[in-house]
């Protein structure tokens, strides 16, 4: 909207949810969109197609479904963004989706962050989405050694540990088993196929 001092901007681009040019270019590629998006607790992965009316949710999975497989650990770390991904590649193979253009929306990103964990699990399980190699998290990072370190490290400050782990702790969830739980977690979905 025009007035005689300013033009105001669309409510969505004013607040930051949609950046109209980024989108603009996704869409003229005319092909399915891996949209990942992450909130406070947990990811959401889902395959999109454009549509005039609005836009066609072809796929979605929650970080949430994590839970019905046995993973007790944090929806929102790397690990659980990495077996989202995976959950959500493998389950779009029934629905016949074999590539994708990759949305993350107008977030800025950082290189082996929880929204590359999941584009990981995405194209390990087979899906085509262009991308540079650099951008994806370690293998340390996506299987859960990383959280195991760091736990490691916090331990000489009881009160950081307390604080960063206090949700594991409350729920006698022991940390160390973030790995072997990671395997088991990603064996189950690959044999759900």
């Known amino acids: 909207m025009k007035s005689g001092r300013f033009t105001k901007l669309y409510k ?7 950046n109209y040019g980024k989108r603009l270019k996704i869409l003229k590629s005319r092909k399915t969109r891996l949209v990942i998006r992450r909130s406070l607790n947990g990811l959401t992965v889902q395959f999109v197609n454009y549509n005039p009316k609005g836009d066609l949710v072809l796929l979605s999975v929650n970080s949430k479904s994590l839970k019905k497989l046995g993973w007790k650990f944090h929806l929102g770390n790397v690990p659980s963004a990495y077996l989202t991904g995976l ?8 629905k016949n989706i074999e590539e994708a253009v990759l949305d993350l929306g107008a977030k800025k990103t950082v290189s082996g962050s929880v929204l590359y964990a999941a584009l990981k ?3 390990d399980a087979g899906i085509k989405v262009p991308h540079d190699k650099k951008i994806l998290p370690s293998n340390d990072a996506v299987s859960g050694k990383n959280v ?4 490691e490290h916090l331990k000489k400050d009881s009160n950081k540990f307390n604080k960063q782990f206090s949700s594991y702790i409350k729920n006698n969830v022991n940390i160390n088993n ?3 739980d990671f395997n088991e977690t990603k064996k189950k979905i ?4």
């Open 12 to 18: 969505r681009k004013e607040s930051l949810k949609t």
């Open 121 to 123: 699990g995405v194209l």
């Open 148 to 151: 195991i370190k760091l736990s």
């Open 190 to 193: 690959i044999g759900n196929k």
């Open 178 to 180: 973030i790995e072997k």
């Open 87 to 94: 959950l959500c590649g493998i389950k779009s193979k029934d």
